[in-house]
């Protein structure tokens, strides 16, 4: 719930409760341009870097949020943490791990070594980041950040880019979060769909990033040319998106609405992007982003507080948004498959330098045949594999939501087990020099018949037009029952390929 300011003009940012016993300034202080700051090697001085956190900190935007590969944003916010002469002040920072095992010594270390740079006992906000989804041991992280947070080393936990789907799969294993940080703004809507819905319904908060497309939603590139050439690291990233929802004219006719309505509240053009995602009901706060020591915009910031979008407002804006195109996909989509709309642009060679989950074997006395196995502890027993590679052919067995030797995934929640079952169809098929755009046949067994549509939603997410239009042949079948209590759904694919 937000904290309502005092009428008037607003001289502090609103307030908001996070989540119980944290309470936020609803404008958190961004310090991902620490790291272009820094990137030509030299880094910030951390008192210099404090002593800019402390005028935000004294002007109420006492948010800080960061991760470990911003730059020194951790030592910076660890100095004026220690100074102790804000004790207000909040720290959010996020954990990146490259995939590989989570073990509970691995999970400890990371959090550790936020906890030293940040010179605090127990982490206000620590919020995950994990590269692919079909590696699962982001799960094994989820849990074991949720003993540290039971230890008292942290004291909430969020998602940093995570899609609906999956915030389902981990809410349904009864991790507790409190919030996942995603991109919004007038050019990216995905988060107002689906994704607000489940935060709505789950009490989850979302803290939105992007807000401002760069910069590019400001009165600076009202009615100019497109520029040649951007070099910042966050215009090199959002002109993608700008090309992606349109293109520069649609950027334009954005930016058109908001400043008739900035005119007719007397506001900017970023006063009324910011605005308009902060009326989001799933929104608990925006990230604005600081280059700490060059500018500021806490005064023109502080004007959010003083107006509200109307009826009228909505209608101007929705105008535009109709000739814009949807970003395809969910929230995160961007650092996980095409259109990878990220600052260093395409994403897919970091994404294939990833190891398979699982080692191939060639089967005895057969050139061209492959198999792989998950560790179920079925296959050995049954004697069969989890797929079969035969020549230019992939047949995955029926997977169930089965993890490492025999954990159920999504007790109850027939959508969060399919998600769990296709992440993990894709690692068989990846493991045998495929990919998810090569499946040709799915079919899907439920025990629930009832269940038909969200596991149809999930299967379109992986598989439907906003994912590249793969579009498998499919069939989905009714069954009185599933080996193994509580499985609701079981789903099998083929594939072909022509890479090994």
Same mark, same amino acid.
């Given at each position: ?31 991902? @341009? ?8 030299? %880094? ?68 550790? /070594? ?23 041991? $982001? ?19 969020? %998602? ?20 996942? @940080? ?32 760069? &910069? ?38 954005? %930016?058109?609405?908001? *400043? ?19 009326? @989001? ?50 929230? &995160? ?16 060679? *970091? ?32 004697? $069969? ?9 992939i047949m995955v067995s029926g997977t169930t939501?089965?993890h490492g030797s025999g954990q159920l995934i999504g007790r109850g ?21 495929? /990919? %998810? ?64």
């Open positions: 719930m937000s904290v309502p300011a005092s009428t008037g003009h607003a001289a502090r940012p609103e307030r908001a409760l996070l989540a119980p016993g944290l309470e936020i300034s609803r404008i958190v202080t961004g310090l991902w @341009q620490v790291a272009d700051m820094e990137r030509g090697g030299t %880094l910030i001085d951390p008192q210099r870097g404090a002593a800019a956190l402390a005028d935000y900190a004294g002007a109420g935007f006492d948010t800080f949020d960061m991760a470990d590969h911003y730059g020194s944003a951790e030592v910076i916010t660890g100095t004026l943490l220690a100074a102790n002469d804000r004790p207000g002040v909040r720290a959010f920072t996020k954990w990146c791990p490259p995939p590989g095992p989570m073990t509970a010594a691995v999970v400890r270390e990371g959090v550790l /070594r936020a906890i030293d740079r940040l010179q605090v006992p127990r982490i206000d906000l620590m919020q995950f980041h994990w590269w692919t989804f079909d590696d699962p041991r $982001y799960i094994d992280a989820m849990v074991e950040l949720a003993r540290l947070r039971d230890e008292g080393l942290i004291a909430h936990l969020g %998602l940093a880019n995570f899609d609906t789907a999956h915030l389902r799969l981990l809410l349904a294993e009864g991790i507790p979060i409190a919030s996942n @940080q995603v991109c919004m703004s007038l050019l990216d809507r995905r988060g107002t769909e689906a994704m607000a819905s489940l935060c709505l319904e789950r009490g989850v908060r979302l803290l939105t990033y992007g807000v401002l497309g760069g &910069g590019f939603l400001s009165q600076r590139w009202l009615d100019v040319a497109e520029p040649t050439e951007v070099n910042d690291w966050s215009k090199m990233k959002y002109r993608r998106f700008i090309d992606a929802v349109g293109g520069w004219a649609a950027l334009q006719n954005v %930016l058109r609405a908001a *400043h008739g309505i900035g005119q007719k509240h007397g506001v900017s053009i970023s006063n009324v992007a910011t605005r308009w995602v902060l009326e @989001q009901p799933a929104v608990a706060a925006v990230i604005l982003g600081a280059r700490l020591g060059e500018r500021e915009h806490r005064a023109d910031n502080l004007k959010l507080f003083d107006f509200a979008l109307d009826a009228d407002d909505h209608t101007a804006l929705e105008a535009a948004f109709a000739a814009t195109r949807r970003l395809p996909g969910d929230c &995160g989509d961007e650092y996980r498959r095409p259109p990878f709309l990220t600052a260093s642009g395409d994403l897919s060679h *970091h994404l294939e330098s990833v190891a398979p989950l699982w080692p191939r074997q060639r089967v005895p006395g057969h050139d061209n045949r492959w198999t792989i196995d998950s560790g179920s502890v079925w296959e050995p027993l049954a004697g $069969y594999a989890r797929a079969v590679r035969v020549g230019d052919r939501a089965t929640d027939a959508a969060a087990q399919a998600t769990y079952i296709l992440d993990k169809i894709e690692a068989s098929i990846k493991a045998l020099g495929g /990919r %998810l755009q090569d499946v040709v046949r799915t079919r899907i067994y439920l025990t629930r018949a009832s269940d038909w549509q969200g596991v149809s939603a999930v299967h379109g997410h992986y598989f439907g037009d906003a994912s590249g239009g793969i579009r498998p042949a499919n069939t989905m079948l009714a069954v009185a029952e599933l080996i193994g209590e509580g499985y609701l759904v079981e789903i099998e694919a083929e594939a072909i390929t022509s890479g090994l």
